[in-house]
Every structure is written in structure tokens, then in C-alpha cells.
């Protein structure tokens, strides 16, 4: 399936979840990192111009998680729709970096677009300290949670962990740790590993993650391990040791990243990122609006996932 690129403008972080009802719900970072909206449409291309789209939750004035609502994802866990997302007390940076750390809300009900969306809490991570782009990941009857955290101990942003979950809202710590940024091109501006993202398909599990600073070096990494082998031990999982999505400079696609994966409507697998269309960015790459999500099928060759290039 060919996209019309991008898709919906000026939506970072964006994640798409098809659900049994036959819905595509798609979340994303809002240019005001003030709320959290949801949308769904009964085709991917339908998310521009959606069926319905709420908002499930506005961030409050002062607090904890009062600024900086990043990155959220809709997920079906343990029969509870659930959001995962990030936010900060406030946009001062301390030791080098913002304070997020993660959250959730939950809505009962059976339409996650009924208004009935309810504040969880924290999901405690076991390492306090800045973290975000949460993601589960359901395989083989248990429930897996993923993201990116910094540990003080290592060097850099940000690494990768997953932890089994207890309950949509507790983990079984400690959460094991993935992948670091090691390589040249995770550690352009920053050293960064976050927005991971897995897919289950040719008997293994993938993992994609994104690295480097926010602007045209941001780029996709890739993690795999075998589908029956354990998850939670890092010896089994096999990392790229070269990107295997990154900035189209003949097309004019910079920095794609932050991505999930989907299904359309013939079944077939895409890949959901972001990326701008210019590297002429004023100040902080974080406040330019214009991360727009872009969609991509994927081919598979010989067993493993061919993105080509951003377009």
C-alpha cells in the first residue's frame, strides 16, 4: 500500500493501534505537549480526517506531571484500555536533562473514545530518574513493558529496558537493560536510545528504537530475538550495528524515527514514524512543531524487515 506523505501534520511520536473492533486509534505528541488526544478511523488513511477524536486528558496547571506530556500510546491491557505517556513538573533541565518520568490513565469502559478516562499514577520504573516512551507488548501470555530511561550510572540520555508487568500499571522489577547508545550514529547531539516499538512476525520478535538528537541525526536503530527465546534476558536479543532508517536527504525526509508498527487494511505491515521536511530549525528542536507522521510499508526479505528509505 502506497501513503500520500505525511499523513497527519504536526503529530510527533505518533502510535497506531488496531484494535479487534476493526478501529485504527492513533495518539500522538500535540505541539502543546499540554493534553492527550485520541482519534480513530476504520482505515490508516482515515486518521487524517477521523471518524471521532476526543481529548482523554489535559494535563493539570501545577505538579508533577503539569508540562512536557509527551509521546503517548494507546494500548488493550489485561481487558483495561490503557495510555501510557511522559511528562515533566516544569521545562527546567536538571543534570542535562528535562524530569520526566512515566504515567498512565485508564478508561473502563468499552469505547476507549468515551470521556471516561481516569488519571493511574506513576509507573514506577525502580530507577528515579528522567524517563518516557513507554510501550507493551503482549507475546506468549504475558504482558511486557518497554522504554527508555536514564540510569546516573551510565553514560548518556538514555538506554533501553523491559520488565514484565504485573498488573497494566506495575512492573516486575528490575526492569532489564536492552541497548545503550554505543555506536556513532546514537550519539549524534545526544546519546539516545528511546520510542521503541516490537512487531512479532517471521519467528522473531523486533524491536526498532530511534537515537541521536531530534533533528536531521535522528535515525532508527533495530533489536531482534528469537520468538520463543526469554525476553527479559539481554544475551538473546541482537542489535544492528548500523541504522536501518535514517534521513533521505534527496527526498527532503529528516530525522524519521519515533516509530510503531500497524497493519493495513489488506494485512499487510507498515511502519508509522515522523519526520520533518527541512533542517532549517530556530532553537531547540523540540519546540518546532513540524515533526508530521508520516506511514511506510514494509517489505520482508529473507526473513527480516526491509524499511528502504523515508519517503
Excluded at 199 to 225: I, P, R
Excluded at 271 to 296: C, F, Q, S
Amino acid at each position: 500500500m502506497k501513503f500520500e506523505n505525511p499523513v497527519i501534520e504536526q503529530r510527533a511520536d505518533p502510535q497506531v493501534y488496531l484494535h479487534t473492533d476493526g478501529y485504527y486509534y492513533f495518539t500522538a505528541s500535540v505541539p502543546q505537549y499540554d493534553r492527550i488526544e485520541l482519534r480513530r478511523a476504520k482505515t490508516l488513511t482515515g486518521l487524517a480526517q477521523p471518524e471521532s477524536i476526543i481529548t482523554a486528558w489535559t494535563k493539570p496547571d501545577e505538579g508533577a506531571y503539569s508540562d512536557l506530556v509527551w509521546a503517548p500510546e494507546i494500548h488493550y491491557v489485561q481487558g483495561r484500555w490503557m495510555i501510557y505517556f511522559a511528562a515533566a513538573p516544569s521545562r527546567e533541565i536538571k543534570d542535562d536533562l528535562f524530569q520526566h518520568r512515566m504515567y498512565a490513565i485508564e478508561n473502563l469502559s468499552a469505547d476507549p473514545m468515551s470521556p471516561e478516562w481516569t488519571f493511574c499514577g506513576q509507573v514506577d520504573s525502580g530507577i528515579d530518574a528522567f524517563c518516557l516512551d513507554a510501550t507493551v507488548f503482549h507475546h506468549q501470555g504475558k504482558d511486557y513493558y518497554i522504554w527508555a530511561q536514564k540510569d546516573p550510572a551510565i553514560a548518556g540520555n538514555s538506554n533501553l529496558y523491559i520488565a514484565e508487568m504485573e498488573t497494566p500499571t506495575q512492573l516486575k522489577l528490575p526492569g532489564t537493560l536492552l541497548s545503550k547508545p554505543e555506536f556513532e550514529w546514537e550519539t549524534r547531539g545526544f546519546m539516545v536510545n528511546e520510542g521503541p516499538y516490537l512487531l512479532n512476525s517471521h519467528g522473531k520478535v523486533w524491536l526498532t528504537y530511534s537515537a541521536s538528537a531530534t533533528d536531521e541525526n535522528y535515525c532508527m536503530g533495530m533489536l531482534w530475538v528469537d520468538e520463543n527465546a526469554d525476553l527479559l534476558d539481554a544475551v538473546n536479543w541482537t542489535k544492528s550495528p548500523a541504522p536501518i532508517f535514517r534521513t533521505n536527504w534527496p527526498e527532503k525526509v529528516y530525522g524519521p524515527g519515533h516509530s510503531c508498527f500497524t497493519k493495513d487494511e489488506k494485512g499487510q505491515d507498515v511502519l508509522v514514524y515522523h519526520a520533518r521536511d527541512y533542517t532549517e530549525i530556530e532553537g531547540d528542536p523540540l519546540w518546532d512543531p513540524n515533526r508530521h507522521t508520516r506511514m511506510k510499508s514494509i517489505a520482508w526479505v529473507d526473513g527480516f524487515p526491509d524499511f528502504g528509505a523515508a519517503v
